[in-house]
């Protein structure tokens, strides 16, 4: 593969991109949407989003439907189809250059930190390789198109009447769908839903990659301050699916601001589905990295007996020499420099007991968490004040 050729700094040629020439991105490229050079973000943000939003909104200016105040429900007061357009398919479009750019500079610390051995780089390469293909291939952008293809044509049969009120026309026998309505169900929606399918898929991409490299001999560290073996910088990783969660929220929240702001429904109703949500994508975004459960459970059990032997060892050579004041046969154990006195054998012993065994900590956490809670806190200002809100998230925190 070219992207792991090339004159490079040593580790440097395992940084390849799981969104750079897809099946979707060089399709792009062909009509024009990405350059040569680049991602193109720019112009493909005010593509999607202005094929997806403008002929809608323009209908619906002219035929009186756009803002409120006719007789009926207005397309703005459907927030839920202004996000999509404006801010979550332009977010899922930025992501990409995030995910670029963190799979790029993060996956050669695998081998630049030691923790691939040099004898598996040549495995390392046949992995990134073999995802590289996977990432490639066609198929699961057929099976995208045709779940988008198979859900619009649901939608027609069984339309969701409540989110497209303000596309119909007529009355009695003569309702029907205007041109928004069906522009919406043929275009719009499935754009923002072809857009989320593949950062889906991508997830998957990730979560493939990490199990395979999970399996390689890795040199973990029990001791490194990271407390994951060496596998911290995997907590960055997540930053790059923060777009997609932000804008995935945006749109589920719009959807329940109409609800609770023109149909009554209480904000302790959607206290369940709140919570289901954050968990949701916490389990589906941070995926990619249970992977890693196993061999840091493998490299703690070990680590644990080991360093418990050298402390044991280690305490037995001090009791000897200082307490019975007898010979000692390891004096270099005792006076060396790596190892110290005693508290500092203790002191690698606790390291290796509080290794994790997940490489999820406070930024993975807050990289998924924050942007999923956002739009969800302004549905909540609705009925209850942000201030009041901000306080009760301060004093549960601290």
Not at 13 to 35: A, N, T, W, Y
Not at 163 to 182: D, M, P, S
Request: net charge positive; glycine share 8%.
């Amino acid at each position: 593969m070219t992207e792991l050729k090339g004159e490079r700094t040593p580790g440097e040629e395992f940084g390849v991109s799981l969104v750079r020439d897809d099946f979707f991105f060089r399709l792009q490229r062909k009509v024009g949407l990405i350059p040569p050079v680049g991602l193109g973000l720019g112009r493909r943000v005010v593509f999607w989003s202005l094929v997806a939003w403008l002929p809608m909104v323009l209908w619906a200016a002219l035929t009186g439907r756009a803002v409120p105040g006719g007789s009926g429900e207005s397309l703005f007061e459907h927030f839920g189809i202004n996000v999509r357009c404006l801010v979550a398919m332009p977010l899922f479009i930025l992501a990409e250059g995030i995910a670029h750019q963190l799979t790029v500079s993060l996956l050669p610390y695998f081998v630049r930190s030691g923790i691939v051995r040099e004898a598996d780089r040549p495995r390392m390469r046949e992995i990134l390789e073999s995802a590289i293909r996977l990432r490639n291939t066609s198929l699961p952008w057929v099976a995208i198109i045709v779940i988008v293809l198979a859900w619009s044509g649901v939608s027609t049969v069984v339309e969701d009447a409540h989110e497209l009120v303000w596309a119909v026309q007529g009355e009695g026998v003569t309702r029907h769908l205007g041109f928004g309505g069906w522009w919406f169900l043929y275009v719009a929606r499935p754009a923002y839903l072809l857009l989320l399918l593949a950062w889906l898929w991508r997830v998957i991409l990730y979560f493939v990659l990490f199990r395979r490299i999970s399996k390689l001999n890795l040199a973990l560290v029990p001791t490194h301050p990271d407390r994951v073996g060496g596998l911290g910088f995997l907590d960055r990783f997540a930053a790059g699916f923060s777009p997609v969660v932000l804008g995935l929220s945006a749109v589920i929240s719009s959807f329940w601001a109409h609800q609770v702001l023109y149909h009554g429904v209480s904000l302790q109703s959607l206290r369940m589905p709140m919570v289901a949500f954050l968990v949701l994508v916490l389990v589906v975004f941070l995926a990619p990295l249970i992977v890693f459960v196993k061999p840091l459970s493998v490299a703690r059990k070990q680590a644990l007996l080991e360093y418990g032997m050298l402390v044991a060892k280690h305490g037995r050579l001090v009791k000897s020499r200082w307490i019975l004041s007898e010979e000692v046969d390891d004096e270099g154990l005792l006076s060396a420099p790596e190892i110290g006195p005693v508290a500092d054998t203790l002191a690698l012993y606790e390291a290796v007991q509080k290794m994790r065994l997940l490489p999820v900590g406070k930024a993975s956490i807050a990289a998924i968490a924050l942007p999923a809670v956002l739009p969800l806190l302004g549905v909540l200002s609705i009925r209850i004040p942000l201030s009041s809100i901000l306080q009760g998230l301060l004093k549960a925190v601290m």
